[in-house]
């Protein structure tokens, strides 16, 4: 399945991307500035992607959590990053690498494990960022358009599971950049 957006929403969002969400509704932090930059993604879709994958809320804003885990499909937050590493290598050893997801992108231990040099380094939030951030660029190389890459972000064999997520994200990069995207699929 394919999406797409339409004409004049894929101009106004290629220019919103290249300017570096200048006219954004909410500027993501400088460290997905700095990392989108570096590995050739919009920033505003590396906050979207954090958001949908460890968005918690805080003082009531919506805000990427990264001491986040994924065991099993079910999310857990912790307080800080020396206790999330200690549940991280339990929940390794208990479910399995391919049933866990750390940090900011919520990136799978077995499928991206090889990206950290141990497993509690997906908690650091700059590094988590950079693997969510050349996962996304290598999905975008595939073609199509930055919502399909998200899609295939979290689903690589796409489907259901990658329309839904490229549902949820635009909606985060609708919030983000204050334009409304809507997911087509033929």
Known sequence: MASSVSGWRLYVLSVVLLAGNAWGVEDPPAAYKAIGIRHGVPPVVLYSVALQESGTRLRGQLVPWPWTLNVAGTGYRFATRADACQALMIAIVKAGPARVDVGLGQTNIRYNGHRYRYPCEGLDPYKNLAVTAQILAEQ???????????????????????????SYFTKHLSRVTGIKFEVVTP
């Open 140 to 166: 975008k190389a595939k073609g199509g358009t930055w919502i399909d890459a998200a899609g295939r972000y979290h689903r690589p064999a796409g489907g259901a599971p990658a329309a839904k997520y490229r």
